[in-house]
Every structure is written in structure tokens, then in C-alpha cells.
């Protein structure tokens, strides 16, 4: 018989232990290059939230005062906006407006994007082009056209108008956002749900709209700031008090020869509060949402 010589194991050294990604990230990161990111960020947070910060101040600090900490605390400001001046009103036809824009904006876009992005048909590219154009438009120049049309079918001095003309002018945009996004979806998971026995709309319903949760945010949040915002079609399209919105009722606080910079401040914290709420709470969605919807078909 043979022997078989069998080798004691030989001790190998362990392998090098392998950075964490968070050591990796310290590492990599010099205090120089901190310091680099961080100041010019500290000076842009400070300089933007400045304004707000006197903007504030002005609206809750007594008439007179020079205090850069109110002190005091008086909500007489806010009073006058809102009773006075009648701030009430213009809230609420804000709100209608930039609900009514949001939900028309949001539907349409979701029907025309998804056309744009599962059907082919001539003029395709063109339509595209056209709605990509369009931006570089002024909302300036489209008052005279605008007026003539809502005059002649009745829809001056009305919230209806005000709404037709938003969402005519925010809904390309979100057109383009919208079919980029569907873009993105397999179409595969449809084919599969209509083999199933679903019709197109049911698949639809079923297996793209909750993908569509943040182009959704995105585009509808946009579309509710851009009205909430506007002021020139307010402006112009609106001539009696009971329809103004926020914006146009802002300029009701500058007088001709004297201006209330405390009630300017309160209208400005009033218009301001349900912008800032609606970004608070939609935007984890609105970076995903705009990032897939820019992406080229």
C-alpha cells in the first residue's frame, strides 16, 4: 500500500480587512473639502431665509417698532389683512383656483402622457416639439388672445376662467414630465395583466397609475404652486374685488402715498404658509418624480 502523506494546514494570514463604505466616506472627505461644501451652503440657507425672517418680524411686531426680535407679539397685522382688507376672500379663491388647476392639470396630463408614451402615431415628434416650444412663450403675450376669448365667451371676472387659463398654460410642461415618466414603466407588466383578461383601462388602473405616485406628486404640486403664485392673469382677468386672489390682493396694502409694511408682511405670511406646507410634505417625491419624468424617450 501506498502512503499518503497528508500536510499539516498552513496557517494563512487573513485577507486585508476591507474599508467600510463609512470609513471609506471619511476617509475620502478631508475637513478642507467639508469646509468647502459646507460655508458656501450655510450663507446660501442664510441668505435665503433672511427675507422670511424680517418678513416675519414685520408682520407680528407692533406698528412703530424697530426691534429686530418682536417683542411684543401682536397679531393686529394679521386683523386688519384679514378683515379689512378682506384677505378672507382672496384665500378662498385661491384655494378653489389652485385645487381646480391641480386636478385638471393632474388628468390631463396623466391621459396625454400616456398616449404620448404607448401609442405612436404621425405627428408625434411634432406634437412633442410644439408642447417643448411653447415654454419659451411668455405668459405676457398671451393676454390679449386670452382676454379676447374669455370676453367673448363670458368668462371674465370668474374663477372658471382663471382655471382655463392655468392649466392651459402649465399643462405642457406636465405633459412632457408625465410621458417620460410612463416611459419608464415596463410595458411588459401590462401586456402581462391584459393577457390575464384585463381591458387596457383596467390595466392601467391596476398596474401603471400606482407607479405613478411620484410624477403625480411632482406635477400636481407644481401645477397648485404655479396657480396659487400667478399674478398676472389674476390681474388681468379678474377686475372685481370678490375675485381677486392672494396676489393681486397683496397690492391692496401698498397705498399711493403711504404703505402698510405691517399688514404687507401679515398678506405675505398668509400667501406664503400653504406653499411652504405643500413642499414640506411632498418633497421626498418631487426629486424622483422630475428625475424619471426628464428622462429622454
Not at 401645477?223 to 390682493?249: C, E, H, S, Y
Not at 405643500?278 to 424617450?297: D, E, H, N, T
Amino acid at each position: 500500500m501506498t502512503e499518503t502523506l497528508i500536510r499539516p494546514p498552513v496557517d494563512t494570514p487573513p485577507p486585508p480587512r476591507q474599508p467600510t463604505k463609512r470609513r471609506r466616506r471619511a476617509v475620502a472627505e478631508e475637513p478642507g473639502k467639508r469646509w468647502l461644501i459646507h460655508v458656501p451652503l450655510v450663507l446660501y440657507l442664510l441668505f435665503t431665509l433672511i427675507p422670511f425672517y424680517w418678513m416675519l418680524v414685520f408682520a407680528v411686531r407692533p406698528t412703530g417698532s424697530t426691534q429686530l426680535v418682536p417683542w411684543p407679539v401682536t397679531f393686529e397685522h394679521f386683523d386688519t389683512v384679514w378683515n379689512d382688507i378682506g384677505f378672507g376672500i382672496f384665500f378662498y379663491n385661491s384655494v378653489v383656483m389652485g385645487l381646480g388647476v391641480l386636478v385638471f392639470v393632474t388628468v390631463l396630463s396623466v391621459m396625454g402622457g400616456y398616449a404620448l408614451a404607448r401609442f405612436k402615431f404621425r405627428g408625434q415628434r411634432l406634437f412633442l416639439l410644439a408642447m417643448l416650444c411653447s415654454q419659451f412663450i411668455p405668459g405676457a403675450m398671451m393676454l390679449i388672445p386670452l382676454f379676447v376669448i374669455f370676453k367673448g365667451m363670458g368668462l371674465l371676472n370668474t374663477l372658471t376662467g382663471l382655471i382655463v387659463a392655468e392649466v392651459a398654460f402649465q399643462l405642457p410642461l406636465s405633459l412632457i414630465l408625465m410621458s417620460g415618466f410612463i416611459r419608464n414603466i415596463s410595458v411588459e407588466l401590462e401586456e402581462a395583466a391584459m393577457v390575464d383578461g384585463c381591458s387596457r383601462l383596467r390595466a392601467f388602473f391596476a398596474v401603471v397609475l400606482p407607479q405613478l405616485k411620484p410624477a403625480l406628486v411632482a406635477v400636481g404640486s407644481f401645477a397648485f404652486i404655479g396657480a396659487w403664485n400667478n399674478f398676472l392673469f389674476a390681474l388681468m382677468f379678474a377686475t372685481r374685488q370678490d375675485k381677486f386672489t392672494l396676489p393681486v390682493g397683496l397690492s391692496y396694502a401698498l397705498g399711493e402715498f403711504n404703505t402698510d409694511f405691517g399688514a404687507l408682511a401679515a398678506g405675505g405670511v398668509v400667501a406664503a404658509v400653504p406653499v411652504v406646507l405643500v413642499f414640506a410634505v411632498v418633497q421626498r417625491f418631487l426629486v424622483q418624480g422630475l428625475s424619471a419624468g426628464a428622462v429622454k424617450g
